[in-house]
């Protein structure tokens, strides 16, 4: 599927994204410190498609869960990490070990816009579906790595149908985006949820199953 060529890894001292610090503290009288990454919230979309009866979710090429299979099969990749660049990578992993299925999301980044804008965005780009911020439901919000990150995903539901399609979708190619658009039939969607050798987000299998909850009851007998 991907062609991930060229692969080397070196410490992160600036980023965009994610800032590390160190926080110390004393609780309950004992002297305690923590450290965590300061990194943007985020929106995530479940989409279901009621012309074809399927969800519409994405598949993209992660350069942190690869890595994570990467250190499971080649640890000594992380070793020596004072240096100031880590032993380029022989024999890489294929990339689909890095490849995994998640909701529509994207970071909130744009202070200008709402998360139901910011979501909106997300569906027409990477999705390729025109929806309105009227079209979504706010399902909940929860906090996704609570060690490291503590930032807050919110999550939003939208029902499209084949009209509502503008383009393909994607990703942005601007900015290096390279999404894959699935649908999962609703029939098989529990089974693809607990089916570990595709492996997604936990975003996924929430959603999914608040559908089955709640939306899936109330569907018209087909
Ligand atoms: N660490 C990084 N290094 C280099 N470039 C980066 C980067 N983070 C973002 N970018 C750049 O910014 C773009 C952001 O894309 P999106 O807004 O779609 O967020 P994404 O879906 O990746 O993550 C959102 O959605 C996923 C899935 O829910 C959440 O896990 C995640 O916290 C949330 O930000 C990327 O395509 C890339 O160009
Ligand atoms: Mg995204």
């Known amino acids: 599927m991907e062609a991930i060529e060229e692969l080397a890894v070196q410490p992160c001292t600036s980023s965009l994204y994610l800032r590390p610090f160190r926080l110390s503290y004393r609780q309950n009288g004992t002297k305690k410190f923590w450290d965590f990454m300061r990194t943007h919230d985020s929106v995530s979309i479940l989409i279901f498609n009621t012309s074809r009866q399927c969800f519409v979710v994405v598949k993209q090429f992660r350069p942190a869960v690869y890595m994570c299979e990467i250190e499971r099969h080649q640890p000594q990749v992380f070793e020596n990490q004072d240096k100031e660049s880590l032993p380029s990578l022989e024999n890489p992993l294929p990339a689909v070990v890095g490849v995994t299925y998640e909701l529509c999301a994207g970071i909130v980044d744009k202070p200008g816009l709402s998360l139901e804008e910011i979501a909106c965005e997300e569906v027409l780009e990477e999705c390729g579906y025109r929806v309105s911020t009227a079209d979504l439901r706010r399902i909940t919000s929860y906090r996704s790595g609570v060690g490291v990150t503590g930032s807050r995903q919110t999550l939003f539901y939208a029902e499209v149908n084949d009209q509502m399609r503008t383009s393909g979708g994607g990703g942005q190619p601007e900015e290096g985006e390279l999404i894959e658009v699935v649908e999962i ?20 299998i929430f959603s999914f199953m608040w559908f089955h909850n709640n939306i899936a009851p109330k569907l018209p007998k087909k």
């Open 185 to 204: 039939p609703l029939g098989e969607s529990m089974k693809f949820a607990y089916d570990e050798t595709f492996p997604k987000t936990m975003g996924v």
